[in-house]
Protein backbone atom coordinates (compact mmCIF):
# COMPACT_ATOMS: atom_id res chain seq x y z
CA UNK A 1 0.00 0.00 0.00
CA UNK A 2 1.68 3.39 -1.13
CA UNK A 3 1.85 6.24 1.52
CA UNK A 4 2.48 10.09 1.25
CA UNK A 5 2.64 11.96 4.06
CA UNK A 6 4.02 15.63 4.06
CA UNK A 7 5.00 17.51 6.90
CA UNK A 8 6.68 21.07 7.82
CA UNK A 9 4.02 23.27 7.20
CA UNK A 10 3.18 26.04 9.65
CA UNK A 11 2.52 30.01 10.50
CA UNK A 12 5.19 32.40 8.97
CA UNK A 13 5.63 35.85 8.87
CA UNK A 14 5.67 36.96 5.12
CA UNK A 15 9.44 37.21 3.87
CA UNK A 16 10.11 34.25 6.30
CA UNK A 17 10.99 30.56 4.97
CA UNK A 18 9.58 27.16 5.53
CA UNK A 19 11.06 23.41 4.36
CA UNK A 20 8.57 21.04 3.86
CA UNK A 21 9.39 17.33 3.59
CA UNK A 22 7.49 14.46 2.05
CA UNK A 23 7.93 10.85 2.53
CA UNK A 24 6.77 7.87 0.06
CA UNK A 25 6.34 3.91 0.81
CA UNK A 26 4.79 1.42 -0.43
CA UNK A 27 6.45 2.44 -3.89
CA UNK A 28 9.95 2.02 -5.74
CA UNK A 29 10.55 5.83 -4.95
CA UNK A 30 13.22 6.33 -7.09
CA UNK A 31 11.27 4.75 -10.50
CA UNK A 32 8.66 8.21 -9.75
CA UNK A 33 8.95 11.31 -10.17
CA UNK A 34 7.62 14.16 -7.35
CA UNK A 35 5.34 16.93 -7.20
CA UNK A 36 4.25 19.38 -5.04
CA UNK A 37 0.73 21.46 -5.49
CA UNK A 38 -1.22 23.61 -3.48
CA UNK A 39 -4.71 24.78 -2.68
CA UNK A 40 -5.61 28.13 -1.18
CA UNK A 41 -8.65 29.32 0.25
CA UNK A 42 -11.18 29.47 -2.43
CA UNK A 43 -8.74 28.60 -5.34
CA UNK A 44 -8.38 26.16 -7.70
CA UNK A 45 -5.36 23.35 -6.99
CA UNK A 46 -2.01 24.51 -8.75
CA UNK A 47 1.15 22.78 -9.32
CA UNK A 48 4.01 24.43 -7.61
CA UNK A 49 6.61 22.04 -8.41
CA UNK A 50 8.03 18.79 -10.05
CA UNK A 51 11.37 16.37 -9.69
CA UNK A 52 12.58 14.05 -12.04
CA UNK A 53 13.18 10.58 -10.28
CA UNK A 54 17.14 11.34 -10.39
CA UNK A 55 16.39 15.05 -9.36
CA UNK A 56 18.31 16.02 -13.26
CA UNK A 57 14.79 17.83 -13.80
CA UNK A 58 12.75 20.37 -11.82
CA UNK A 59 10.14 22.37 -12.72
CA UNK A 60 8.78 25.28 -11.28
CA UNK A 61 5.35 27.59 -11.32
CA UNK A 62 6.15 30.85 -12.31
CA UNK A 63 4.63 32.40 -9.42
CA UNK A 64 7.22 30.63 -7.23
CA UNK A 65 10.45 30.45 -9.51
CA UNK A 66 13.16 32.01 -7.39
CA UNK A 67 11.98 31.54 -4.28
CA UNK A 68 11.31 28.00 -3.92
CA UNK A 69 13.04 25.10 -4.54
CA UNK A 70 12.70 21.31 -5.03
CA UNK A 71 15.19 18.84 -4.31
CA UNK A 72 14.58 15.06 -3.14
CA UNK A 73 16.67 12.42 -1.20
CA UNK A 74 16.21 9.07 -2.65
CA UNK A 75 17.96 6.99 0.10
CA UNK A 76 15.40 8.71 2.59
CA UNK A 77 12.52 8.02 0.08
CA UNK A 78 11.73 12.15 0.72
CA UNK A 79 11.32 15.26 -1.40
CA UNK A 80 11.56 18.26 -0.40
CA UNK A 81 10.02 22.04 -0.75
CA UNK A 82 12.37 24.71 0.44
CA UNK A 83 10.35 27.87 0.42
CA UNK A 84 11.83 31.35 0.88
CA UNK A 85 10.83 35.00 0.66
CA UNK A 86 7.03 33.63 1.22
CA UNK A 87 4.15 35.62 0.85
CA UNK A 88 0.63 36.47 2.14
CA UNK A 89 -0.41 34.54 -1.36
CA UNK A 90 1.50 31.52 -0.82
CA UNK A 91 -1.11 30.46 1.98
CA UNK A 92 -1.91 27.65 0.79
CA UNK A 93 -3.00 23.42 1.79
CA UNK A 94 0.75 21.99 0.24
CA UNK A 95 0.07 18.29 -1.12
CA UNK A 96 2.61 16.08 -2.79
CA UNK A 97 1.97 14.01 -5.31
CA UNK A 98 3.21 10.97 -7.00
CA UNK A 99 2.80 7.76 -9.36
CA UNK A 100 3.91 9.29 -12.88
CA UNK A 101 7.53 8.14 -13.73
CA UNK A 102 8.20 11.03 -15.74
CA UNK A 103 8.70 15.27 -14.69
CA UNK A 104 7.60 16.27 -18.19
CA UNK A 105 6.35 20.03 -19.30
CA UNK A 106 2.74 19.14 -18.79
CA UNK A 107 3.61 17.78 -15.27
CA UNK A 108 1.20 20.08 -13.46
CA UNK A 109 -2.31 18.75 -15.55
CA UNK A 110 -1.19 15.14 -15.88
CA UNK A 111 -2.92 12.58 -13.30
CA UNK A 112 -1.24 11.44 -10.37
CA UNK A 113 -1.88 8.40 -8.40
CA UNK A 114 -0.88 8.71 -5.36
CA UNK A 115 -1.33 12.18 -3.01
CA UNK A 116 -0.69 13.13 0.46
CA UNK A 117 -3.38 14.30 2.95
CA UNK A 118 -1.64 17.89 2.60
CA UNK A 119 0.00 20.32 5.58
CA UNK A 120 -0.96 23.85 5.87
CA UNK A 121 1.29 27.15 5.21
CA UNK A 122 -0.05 30.07 6.27
CA UNK A 123 2.15 33.13 5.92
CA UNK A 124 0.80 36.12 7.63
CA UNK A 125 1.35 39.99 6.34
Known amino acids: QVQVVESGGGLVQAGGSLRLSCTASGLTFDDYAMAWFRQGPAKAREGVSC????????YYADSVKGRFTISRDNAKNTVYLQMNSLKPEDTAMYYCATGQELCSPSWSTIRYNYWGQGTQVTVSS
Open 51 to 58: ISWSGDTT
